[in-house]
């Protein structure tokens, strides 16, 4: 069972791409999505992070604008070669140990596959849409900003 809409989102610290600290509280006052996936260049991961990639600059267009964070459990340098492959505009954060996966309480399927959540969290990190996304990423990405367009418009913040 994951985090829970109404929730407040758990604080963290992890590593992006470039071996930099991210600190998730530097976000406080601004909404985000966080999408937690399984594998760098698995083929739905890499269907995720494209759909989310697609979608970015309306996801930034939004007033407030929206970022977006990935987080799995690959490596800085493993985030970097995806992140560059794919020419991805937002950071990729390194997880290796799921502590962040577990503070929201992402399950595993199966005892060894990470699932795909995404997390939809308000400037004062209270959680306003939890979404899974086994097998459809881009319909994900869609509800996702389908419910941000929603909620920017009627400027529940």
């Known amino acids: 069972m994951t985090m829970a809409v109404g929730n407040k989102a758990p604080d963290f610290t992890l590593m992006d791409s470039e071996s930099n600290e991210f ?49 799995s459990q690959d490596t800085s340098s493993e985030h970097k070669e995806f992140k560059e492959e794919l020419e991805l505009p937002f950071p990729l954060l390194s997880d290796p140990d799921r502590s962040v996966a577990d503070l929201y309480k992402v399950p595993v399927y199966l005892g060894q596959f990470p699932a795909k959540s995404s997390f939809v969290i308000g400037p004062d990190r209270e959680i306003h849409y939890v979404y899974d996304w086994l097998f459809r990423p881009r319909k994900h990405v869609a509800k996702i900003l389908a419910a941000m367009s929603d909620v920017t418009e009627r400027r529940e913040f």
């Open 23 to 71: 600190k998730f509280s530097d976000l406080d006052g601004e909404w985000k999505v966080i999408f937690f996936y399984a594998k760098d260049g698995s083929p739905t991961c890499k269907r995720g992070c494209l759909s989310f990639k697609e979608q970015y600059d309306l996801f930034r267009s939004l007033t407030p604008p929206v970022e977006i964070i990935g987080i």
